[in-house]
Each structure stands twice: as structure tokens, then as C-alpha cells.
């Protein structure tokens, strides 16, 4: 391909995860929303690995002050753009760039799953939140998410090899079932899990059923 040429397959990729995660964002806005509400979420509000602000512009009424964090300079910057009325900071989940309990609430939306150092993770959000805040973290179980009736033999496996490369980079799949014992390890009190599903039934369709834990 010439060197002018238009054609950008990073961009399409990139263009690409655009789309899956506003979709996502779409999707489960609805059920995270209610489950944000009755958390009390609000004040000053962080959302840990906000990506490109698909999630960030939804959580902009729930905060008085809202701050994202993300490692990724292309899409933080795009976060910028899309969420202006937000902080948003270059940093990581497990060392993030804020004062000790300058924060009334954290959301940390399908993070826990790509980190190699979750419990670091979950001892920064207890360190920057203050006194009596609250973090949600919603989160996946690999094995009670895209559960399909009838069951196919080939997602299954499909599904088999995206849990292997994950673990490759580092991540947990699975983390979900983690997630309760880590952040009482890491020192939070009061650690409830709530399980939540969506499925095609809902979205004009027939085949998936997806579970989601927060």
C-alpha cells in the first residue's frame, strides 16, 4: 500500500472498538444505571479506564464533579473530546494520579478482568475515596457470559481461546468470582454482589442469553 494512501487498518480496528464499546455502553446503560442508583453514586465521581467516554458521557449526570482515568493517550484524548466537562487524566487502575479520599464514588467498568495486579487496583480506589464512598465494579464471569440455548459446541470453544489469550496478557476472565474477595482484601467493608443479565430476547433477537457481574 503506497505511503499516501488512505488506508489505515489501525484506524479501521481502532474505528471498530469504537463501535463495540459504544454498543456495549448502549446495551448495559439501562441495568447499570438502576444498580448505580441504589449504590449512591454521585458527588465526586471517578471512572477507572474510561476508554473513549462512552460510559463517561453516561455517567455525567449521576456527578457534580466527574474524573476519568485511562492509560491510553488516543483514547483519553477522545474522552476529552466527547465528555469536555470532564477531568480526564492519563494514569492506571493501580497507581492512580489522585490525592488520598478526594473522591465520594468510583466505577470501574470491565477493568478488573485486564489486570495483572487487580489488589492493587482495588487498594487505590479505597485510597482515593473518602470516608464512607463507594466503588462499583462491574465485571464479567467468563463462564456465565454469552450462555446460549441451544448451546453450540463451536462458541464454546471460540469462547475457550478468547479466556486463554486474556490470560496470556495477564487478565482473568473470570475475575468476577474474584472480585468480592479481593476488595475485602484490599480493605472495603461491606462488599455486595449483584448479578444482572441481558439477553436477544430483549434485543430483537433469539439465541444469547449474557450475564454480567457487578
Partial sequence: MAADS???PRRALVDAEL???EAQAAL???AEARLLHELGVG??????GCGPGAALARLRPLAERLV???PDAELAALARTRVPSAEVLAGRAEELPLPDGSLDAA???YV?????DPAAAARELLRVLRPGGVVAAIDVDGQLWGIAEPSFPEVAAVQARVWRAQRDRGGDRSVGRRLPAILRRAGFADVRI???SYSSHELGGSKRLVHVVV
Fill in 6 to 8: 488512505a488506508y489505515d
Fill in 19 to 21: 463501535a463495540r464499546l
Fill in 28 to 30: 448495559a446503560w439501562p
Fill in 43 to 48: 458527588g465526586d465521581v471517578l471512572e477507572v
Fill in 68 to 70: 476519568g482515568v485511562e
Fill in 107 to 109: 466505577v470501574a467498568r
Fill in 112 to 116: 478488573f478482568q485486564h489486570l495483572h
Fill in 194 to 196: 449483584t448479578a444482572y
